[in-house]
């Protein structure tokens, strides 16, 4: 990780922390280079990074001002566990990108049931196999891999570029809450389940089933993530960088 970033994570730490509450400027730059033991270039680097995601307002000739909350940006996983964090309002940003989801993936599962290959289908049919694999070797980590890559793999054969656009910019979030989704094995099950249909509706080429089987899909992962709280202190101030 370059110096910037990890002092970028550090300057999320510490509003994380109430070091720097939100609306009040940052400390000066020179400052800051002190504080994180850094040159004046790299902190720089650092305010530009999280200006980019929202979190900081640059002012010419002021000092830096951390960005009120709802300017966030959600499509980074670490400000959006932080967003959470601090608004309290993880369960909402939670049922929000799921929101997101169905919206898309209903249409791409329509789509896709028109147009998919062969090839494509041995594909899904891999990366549903993983997951199971993962069930029974108990890791989350790899069966939420295994998860997205089936749903890409839906994405990829609705073939339509400008959708696939919009979903592109969702998948890191995605991972960073599948991982956390998918800890009970209960939930990894139901979601193999759902694959398996949505799968089944593919081969069949029957765009109304594949629809309907990926409305279930989408209504179970919302089961399984109510309640989720992103804004966790172990899901938050402690993986800005890292995930």
Same mark, same amino acid.
């Given at each position: 990780? $370059? #110096?910037?970033?990890?002092?970028?994570?550090? %300057?999320?730490?510490?509003?994380?922390? !109430?070091?720097?509450?939100? !609306? /009040?400027?940052?400390?000066? &730059?020179?400052?800051?280079? /002190?504080?994180?033991?850094?040159?004046?270039?790299?902190?720089?680097?650092?305010?530009? @990074?999280?200006?980019?995601?929202?979190?900081? =307002?640059?002012?010419?000739? $002021?000092?830096?001002?951390?960005?009120p909350v709802a300017s966030w940006s959600v499509l980074d996983p670490a400000i959006l566990m932080l967003r959470?964090?601090?608004? &309290?309002? @993880?369960? *909402?940003?939670? #049922?929000?990108? %799921? &929101?997101?989801? *169905?919206?898309?993936? %209903?249409?791409?599962a329509r789509l896709a049931a028109t147009r998919i290959t062969d090839a494509e289908i041995a594909d899904l049919?891999?990366?549903?196999?993983?997951?199971?694999?993962?069930?029974?070797? +108990?890791?989350?980590?790899?069966?939420?891999?295994?998860?997205?890559?089936?749903?890409?793999?839906?994405? &990829?054969?609705?073939?339509?570029?400008?959708?696939?656009?919009?979903?592109?910019?969702? =998948?890191?979030?995605? #991972?960073?809450? *599948?991982?956390?989704?998918?800890?009970? *094995?209960?939930?990894?099950?139901d979601a193999i389940t759902w694959h398996g249909r949505i799968l089944e509706a593919l081969e069949a080429r029957?765009?109304?089933?594949?629809?309907?089987?990926?409305?279930?899909?989408? +209504?179970?992962?919302?089961?399984?993530? @109510?309640?989720?709280?992103? !804004?966790?202190? /172990?899901?938050?101030?402690? @993986?800005?960088?890292?995930?």
């Amino acid at each position: 990780m $370059k #110096m910037s970033e990890q002092t970028a994570s550090r %300057i999320l730490n510490d509003i994380a922390d !109430g070091a720097f509450a939100v !609306g /009040e400027p940052l400390p000066a &730059e020179a400052q800051l280079a /002190e504080t994180y033991s850094v040159s004046r270039l790299t902190v720089r680097e650092a305010i530009v @990074s999280l200006a980019s995601r929202g979190v900081v =307002e640059v002012r010419h000739g $002021k000092r830096s001002t951390v960005a009120p909350v709802a300017s966030w940006s959600v499509l980074d996983p670490a400000i959006l566990m932080l967003r959470g964090r601090l608004t &309290e309002d @993880s369960a *909402r940003l939670v #049922m929000e990108l %799921i &929101e997101a989801r *169905r919206v898309l993936e %209903i249409a791409f599962a329509r789509l896709a049931a028109t147009r998919i290959t062969d090839a494509e289908i041995a594909d899904l049919r891999c990366h549903l196999g993983a997951m199971v694999e993962a069930l029974d070797d +108990d890791d989350a980590l790899r069966s939420a891999q295994a998860d997205l890559r089936f749903h890409r793999g839906i994405v &990829e054969a609705a073939g339509n570029p400008f959708l696939a656009g919009s979903y592109a910019p969702l =998948e890191h979030v995605l #991972m960073a809450v *599948r991982i956390k989704t998918s800890t009970p *094995r209960s939930v990894r099950q139901d979601a193999i389940t759902w694959h398996g249909r949505i799968l089944e509706a593919l081969e069949a080429r029957d765009p109304a089933r594949a629809a309907a089987a990926m409305q279930g899909h989408m +209504d179970q992962t919302a089961d399984a993530a @109510s309640g989720m709280d992103l !804004g966790r202190p /172990e899901a938050s101030a402690n @993986s800005f960088g890292g995930i």
